[in-house]
């Protein structure tokens, strides 16, 4: 079986759609699906990347939703 990545990626394209990994999601399941892998990994690091025309509130929701005390946000 192939291990789980070690690193989560959410994508914010600019139309606005968040994908974590490959998978669109909206707000609420980003933040149901994250929360679950940092339960079995604290440290887990997650890449926050946004397309160059996304409006960069978009980016602080998803930033805010993360929280502060994650320390894996890239």
Do not use: C, N, W
């Not at 079986?1 to 606005?16: D, M, N, Y």
């Not at 609420?28 to 690091?45: H, I, V």
């Amino acid at each position: 079986s192939l291990a789980e990545p070690k690193t989560k990626a959410v994508t914010i394209t600019a139309q606005g759609q968040l994908f974590l990994d490959t998978y669109p999601v909206t707000m609420q399941e980003l933040e149901s699906r994250l929360a679950g892998f940092r339960a079995a990994d604290p440290e887990l690091p997650v890449v926050v990347k946004g397309d160059s025309t996304v409006q960069y509130q978009m980016v602080m929701d998803v930033l805010d939703m993360l929280g502060h005390s994650h320390r894996g946000i890239q």
